[in-house]
């Protein structure tokens, strides 16, 4: 069977900040797709990378003394650092500083010229330097009382730009846009952002300046040297020019991976993912992508999460307390993709001292460490003991796994696919607690039986480790090793691999040390 292509991009993050919560949330969340396609078979090419030009970023390198050049390559460290420590998988990481990005985009807006989508204009308005976006005056509430106006979207002062500037015309994909919406109404989700998009479009789509006389730090219009391309028009070519748009010699390699199956996005930059970017596209004659999935803020305490505010923790930090994979799982377990989530710290004492150090990381520990005791160290023969109702209650579950975790990851509900892998976790404790192996150990008549529970619940653990293994993949690549099982990352054949009654008799079980060790409070 011939794998099928699965292309997935988180937005590429402006390098005005060192990687934050928000951030990190976005690519773990990506990362855990990426890494359950691959396990189910898919062709996957994974996409994050970095915004680097533009105002804003211009304005955060002149703050620290450095030429953007400079700013960019100390930052792109700090990404590639960050994106590394939580155990991010991704194949590609584009920066819009490489040559290979900038003549895409120059090819890009070259033929929109040249096919008359692109003509010259003034431009008269409002500019939001942080969210590097236009609001016109009819946007905008009345200047406060310093005489500011006020971003709609991130309440910050805007700037007034009075340029000549050249314009894309995105009213002309008005209809286009609709059309497409209502004939795909899963191409956004979710809803609440579709019909979002869909009203916005239809109160009528102004065309858009593609390009800043005023901005050095971007790239420069092929016909017009003096003026640099947009940020915006500039980042979101990037899911094409990675993968091969205007270089001819990946051709093949675009056609085969393009239209994305998925771009996953923020709430707070939908607008430029639904109007803007497939408005690009549709001129550009290229498909538009299958999916763009928004997902919702962290707070803590009800309150956006940002650094300006204060109020936002370093990923190293809470990596240091709860490890990368406590981490991983408490913002997949606890916050619902697609709504906003409140986050805080007694909440993932919480839920890592429950769900990873009681269940996960105990089940680990004392099966091991019975394994040890009971069996020298070796998966025990369960075949002399021939009750066919043995663990009958762990075989149904496990088997009700493939699918169940197919339809919530389908849904991207990685709370509800992690409860369900839950189900096998608490069932498998229950077992143990309930037959006893400590006893069954005792009495020669009832040896078989233990070594027949034994068997029955490492069988669960590998099962759990191969359904948790996208969300928390430092830990099943160890329950591997501890089960002496190979490399887990080669698995691409999930449905087969979690079949019941694959772990080889004899293969030897390490004790280790706990998987979660207990979080104790301050
Ligand atoms: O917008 N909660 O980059 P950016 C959840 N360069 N997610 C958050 C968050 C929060 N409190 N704060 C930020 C840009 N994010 C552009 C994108 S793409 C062609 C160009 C996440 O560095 C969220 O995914 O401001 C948001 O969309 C992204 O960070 C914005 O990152």
């Known amino acids: 069977m011939s794998k099928q292509s699965f292309y997935l991009t988180t937005p590429i993050y402006y390098v005005n900040s060192v990687p934050h919560l928000g951030t990190a949330y976005t690519t ?26 533009g105002q804003k970023v211009e304005e955060a390198a002149a703050a620290a003394d450095m030429t953007p050049q400079e700013w960019v390559d100390k930052l792109d460290v700090e990404f590639k650092d960050a994106w590394k420590m939580l155990t991010i998988s991704n194949d590609q990481f584009i920066r819009t500083t490489d040559d290979e990005h900038m003549r895409g985009v120059q090819a890009l807006v070259q033929k929109l010229y040249d096919q008359g989508d692109i003509y010259a204009g003034t431009y008269e308005g409002w500019y939001c330097v942080p969210d590097e976006a236009y609001w016109a005056e009819s946007d905008l509430e009345p200047a406060n009382e310093e005489g500011e106006r006020i971003c709609p979207d991130c309440n910050r002062p805007l700037k007034y730009v009075e340029e000549e500037n050249y314009f894309f015309k995105l009213s002309k994909y008005e209809d286009a846009l609709l059309e497409w919406y209502a004939a795909d109404p899963d191409c956004i989700g979710p809803e609440t952002r579709y019909n979002e998009v869909v009203s916005f479009v239809k109160s009528g789509l102004r065309d858009l300046s593609i390009s800043r006389s005023n901005v050095k730090w ?44 998925y771009h996953f996005v923020g709430k707070d930059i939908v607008r430029f993912h639904c109007v803007i970017w497939p408005a690009m596209l549709m001129a550009a004659g290229i498909e538009v992508p299958e999916h763009i999935y928004a997902h919702g803020f962290l707070l803590t ?10 109020n936002a923790q370093t990923p190293a930090s809470l990596v240091e307390r709860f490890s990368v994979d ?9 916050v619902s993709f697609g709504n906003d989530g409140n986050i805080s710290m007694e909440s993932m004492v919480q839920r890592y001292n429950g769900d990873l150090a009681n269940d996960w990381g105990n089940l680990c520990s004392r099966l091991f460490n019975m394994v040890d005791k009971y069996c020298d160290g070796e998966v025990p023969d369960p075949t002399v003991h021939e009750d066919e109702d043995e663990g009958a209650r762990l075989k149904e579950i496990a088997a009700t796994l493939p699918d169940c975790v197919e339809d919530r990851m389908s849904k991207l509900n990685y709370g509800a696919a992690l409860d369900a892998i839950w189900e096998l976790v608490k069932e498998t404790n229950r077992y ?5 192996p400590w006893a069954l150990a005792n009495e ?16 669960a653990v590998r099962i759990v480790a191969l359904f948790t293994a996208p969300s928390m993949p430092n830990t099943s690549a160890e329950v591997f090793v501890r089960l002496s099982l190979g490399d887990i990352w080669k698995i691409d054949d999930l449905v087969e691999a979690a079949k019941w009654g694959q772990i080889p008799i004899g293969n030897a079980v390490i004790k280790g040390d706990p998987l979660f060790p207990r979080i104790v409070e301050d």
């Open 28 to 53: 773990v969340a990506a990362d855990t797709l990426a890494r359950y396609r691959r396990m189910r078979g898919d062709d996957v090419w994974f996409l994050t990378g970095l915004d680097e030009h």
């Open 218 to 261: 971007g790239i420069p219009l092929p016909w017009d040297e003096s003026h640099t391309i947009y940020v915006w028009f500039d980042a979101l070519s990037n899911y094409i020019t990675a993968i091969g748009y205007g270089d001819p010699a990946r051709a093949d390699q675009f056609a085969y991976r393009w239209p994305a199956q």
């Open 301 to 310: 305490k009800g309150e956006k999460m940002s650094k300006s505010k204060g």
């Open 326 to 334: 406590g981490f991983r799982y408490y913002f997949l377990r606890d």
């Open 432 to 436: 143990l607690e309930e037959s006893a």
């Open 444 to 459: 020669e008549p009832t040896l078989p039986r233990m070594r027949a529970v034994l068997y029955n619940a490492l069988e």
